[in-house]
């Protein structure tokens, strides 16, 4: 059974730092995975999606990396602010017709 | 559609009457997934349709929870004799199970449900 783990659960930076959330897997055998930002009360936005063959893929000041044998993915976020807090979910997905499962995320928080 | 929609927004509704949300998918996307989302959690998967098939239903809770999708777009998820516990927000995705960034998900506004 797929689980995925977010750590740490809550971070909180001053701005203008550069930050890694993880993201860890028991079941190195997936399709992709999948960075999430949602903000309170909203829906999920996706950000970054990596599919299995792949290592790393990059948006503007966001960068994901996958290592499938390890079971980790981090979400780098360069030269942070204020407008990044929100909370960051990671999703995996086991093969092209399977669920996706969801960390409990990081809520990040961006200091002025 | 230009997005993942769903209806109605927010529901409240007395215990015991049956619920029924709804999922409008992306134009041409042929997966669709349901999850439930506590405050503070990530969502727990429920169920996955392959255009009408239901691959996985191994998350929904009981027997009470069904979903349906009979023309492989539009579905509803009916929670039947709603409880309290019940209550959270049902959250609608979809995506093109091809190969590269077509199998990006993408999520619906999500649906609260209140069980008073």
């Known amino acids: 059974k797929q689980e995925v783990t977010q750590i740490p659960a809550a971070l909180s930076v001053p701005e203008g730092e550069n930050l890694v959330l993880n993201c860890s897997f028991t079941?190195?055998?997936?399709?992709?995975l999948q960075w999430f930002r949602q903000d309170p009360g909203k829906g999920l936005t996706s950000l970054l999606l990596?599919?299995?063959?792949?290592r790393e893929q990059t948006s503007g000041r966001l960068n994901a990396s996958l290592d499938k044998s390890s079971g980790r993915s981090t979400l780098y976020i360069a030269a942070s602010q204020p407008g990044d807090s929100a909370t960051y979910l990671c999703?995996?997905?086991?093969?092209?017709?399977?669920?996706?499962?969801f960390g409990s995320g990081t809520r990040l928080s961006i200091r002025p | 559609g230009a997005g993942v929609s769903q209806s109605p927004r927010y529901k409240v509704t007395k215990r015991g009457q049956d619920v029924a949300l709804r999922c409008d998918p992306i134009?041409?996307?042929?997966?669709l997934y349901w999850y439930r989302q506590a405050l503070g959690q990530g969502p727990e998967f429920l169920t996955y349709?392959?255009?009408?098939?239901?691959?996985?239903k191994s998350g929904l809770p009981n027997d009470r929870f069904s979903a349906e999708r009979p023309e492989g777009s539009i579905s509803t998820l009916t929670i039947q004799r709603t409880e309290q516990r019940d209550s959270a927000m049902y959250r609608c995705?979809?995506?093109?199970?091809?190969?590269?960034?077509?199998?990006?998900?993408?999520f619906g506004q999500g649906t609260r449900l209140t069980v008073v």
């Open positions: 999703a995996v997905k086991g093969s092209s017709a399977s669920k996706i499962i």
């Open positions: 079941d190195s055998a997936i399709y992709n």
């Open positions: 134009s041409g996307h042929v997966s």
């Open positions: 995705a979809s995506s093109w199970p091809g190969e590269g960034a077509d199998t990006e998900a993408f």
């Open positions: 990596i599919q299995s063959s792949q």
């Open positions: 349709f392959n255009y009408e098939a239901q691959q996985d």
